[in-house]
């Protein structure tokens, strides 16, 4: 399981070490065109992205969003699940206390994640969409 490039990292992961029964990825970069992008996973996959997810790479004309949903349409896994959270930003699956203090930072500078827009619902509403769908996707191995 990882968000953002460590979501992407544990489905590049998948596909060499056998010892991963399941891939859960946050909001995965998929979108960049100089990141690998494995589309044959051989183990179950969830992605979740939020709609308010747009370019998080600087001069990339995709929306992580849109990026996401292309992907798991190219995806090849035994099963494979994608959840949209309505609502939901790149930088809301990290702990609470992080996006308040991510989102004072960016009152006075600049950051990385180019772009991203103001998640819609609450941090806590989004985390509790991720938990209980993790859960549910976690619990059928």
Do not use: W
């Not at 060499?16 to 979108?31: C, E």
């Not at 589309?39 to 308010?52: H, K, W, Y």
């Not at 996401?68 to 809301?92: A, F, W």
């Amino acid at each position: 399981m990882g968000h953002s490039i460590g979501g992407l990292a544990s489905l590049v992961a998948s596909t060499t070490d056998n010892r991963i029964k399941k891939v859960i990825a946050l909001s995965p970069p998929v979108h960049a065109s100089d990141l690998l992008r494995p589309t044959n996973i051989p183990v179950s996959v969830l992605l979740l992205v939020g709609t308010e997810e747009t370019n998080i790479f600087e001069g990339n004309t995709m929306s992580l969003y849109y990026g996401v949903l292309l992907y798991y349409d190219d995806l090849i896994s035994p099963k494979k699940q994608l959840i949209v959270i309505e609502g939901g930003d790149h930088i809301q699956y990290m702990d609470g206390l992080m996006v308040s203090f991510i989102n004072f930072i960016s009152n006075f500078i600049e950051l990385p994640f180019i772009g991203n827009e103001q998640a819609l619902i609450s941090t806590e509403e989004q985390h509790e969409q991720m938990i209980s769908n993790c859960l549910e996707f976690l619990g059928e191995i």
